[in-house]
């Protein structure tokens, strides 16, 4: 039998998948949006994590597993016209596939248990590309978690949940803590807490990365400000050997956290 398509991009069901764009009802709600085939696919990994799926019949049929995967867990599938599917994504061009799903965000003490090896805080980042691609890097670099402090970006905003790729269904994600709070956290956990900063007395090439790390990554701006330095053990700048003024912040983040990671493992 025929599924009905979902085409009226003013239905109850559209507008209240829509209003996710915006924090406060994601907040409120408990939900929020996977856009695209990389996410929705990671999402529905997670038992539980997905509530339900809007799928293009050209995207439901161009990725058979994704599909397979959701009706094997008894995740609801709607078919949606086009015009609903822009109505709905983030994009310029949807993929034509996007799940609503459950906020994944885990407590402090159980994301960065004793133990942890590596760890990166958020403080005042408020680009969700930066963000994201923080997220994704540090799945990549083989992180512990990755902790937004109550001053950054929220991880479930759409620009940041595609720019993780994702990543923000692989490892725990810590919101909301204060960062000194955060900084408190890891350091009982047996963590050393390095500050990425451009005004660093220490650069990464002298640095001690051999134990158990947890760096702070500013905002893109303006960095970190002097009261978040002061909770560090050690600020660390990223040597810049040719012209350029500085580096971007996620690619800054990724070359302290590779760099942990390498040493980490050669030790």
Same mark, same amino acid.
């Given at each position: 039998?025929?599924?009905?398509?979902?085409?009226?991009?003013?239905?109850p069901r559209?507008k209240?998948? !829509?209003r996710?764009? !915006?924090?406060?009802?994601?907040e409120r709600?408990?939900?929020?949006? +996977? &856009?695209g085939?990389?996410?929705v696919?990671?999402?529905?990994k997670?038992p539980g +994590?997905?509530?339900e799926l809007?799928?293009?019949?050209?995207?439901?049929?161009?990725?058979?597993?994704?599909?397979?995967?959701a009706?094997?867990?008894g995740?609801?599938i709607?078919?949606?016209?086009?015009?609903?599917?822009? &109505?709905?994504a983030?994009?310029?061009?949807?993929q034509?596939?996007?799940?609503?799903c459950?906020l994944?965000h885990v407590?402090l003490?159980e994301a960065v248990p004793?133990?942890?090896?590596?760890? +990166?805080?958020?403080?005042?980042?408020?680009?969700?590309?930066n963000?994201?691609t923080?997220?994704?890097t540090?799945d990549?670099a083989g992180?512990d978690?990755?902790v937004?402090t109550d001053?950054s970006v929220d991880?479930y905003?759409?620009?940041?949940?595609?720019?993780?790729?994702g990543?923000?269904?692989?490892?725990?994600?810590?919101t909301g803590?204060?960062?000194a709070q955060?900084?408190?956290?890891?350091?009982?956990?047996?963590m050393?807490?390095?500050?990425a900063?451009?005004?660093?007395?220490?650069t990464?090439?002298?640095a001690d990365l051999?134990?158990?790390?947890?760096w702070?990554f500013?905002?893109?701006?303006?960095g970190?400000p002097e009261?978040?330095l002061?909770?560090a053990?050690?600020?660390?700048?990223v040597?810049?050997?040719?012209?350029?003024?500085?580096?971007?912040?996620a690619?800054a983040?990724g070359v302290c956290?590779?760099?942990?990671a390498r040493?980490?493992?050669?030790k």
């Amino acid at each position: 039998m025929a599924r009905a398509e979902l085409t009226n991009t003013r239905s109850p069901r559209v507008k209240a998948a !829509k209003r996710l764009a !915006k924090r406060a009802f994601r907040e409120r709600d408990r939900i929020f949006l +996977a &856009e695209g085939p990389q996410a929705v696919r990671e999402a529905l990994k997670v038992p539980g +994590a997905t509530v339900e799926l809007y799928a293009t019949a050209e995207a439901e049929n161009r990725h058979p597993d994704i599909a397979a995967a959701a009706s094997e867990q008894g995740v609801p599938i709607h078919l949606t016209s086009g015009e609903v599917m822009a &109505e709905l994504a983030q994009t310029v061009t949807p993929q034509g596939l996007l799940a609503v799903c459950r906020l994944v965000h885990v407590p402090l003490a159980e994301a960065v248990p004793a133990g942890s090896r590596l760890v +990166a805080l958020l403080a005042h980042v408020r680009d969700p590309g930066n963000a994201g691609t923080v997220l994704r890097t540090a799945d990549a670099a083989g992180a512990d978690a990755v902790v937004f402090t109550d001053a950054s970006v929220d991880p479930y905003n759409g620009k940041c949940v595609r720019a993780s790729a994702g990543s923000l269904f692989h490892l725990p994600v810590v919101t909301g803590v204060r960062v000194a709070q955060a900084v408190a956290h890891v350091r009982e956990a047996g963590m050393r807490v390095l500050a990425a900063d451009g005004a660093g007395r220490v650069t990464l090439d002298e640095a001690d990365l051999s134990g158990p790390t947890a760096w702070i990554f500013g905002n893109e701006a303006w960095g970190l400000p002097e009261e978040v330095l002061a909770l560090a053990d050690e600020v660390v700048r990223v040597p810049i050997y040719g012209k350029a003024e500085s580096l971007n912040l996620a690619t800054a983040a990724g070359v302290c956290l590779y760099a942990s990671a390498r040493v980490q493992r050669e030790k």
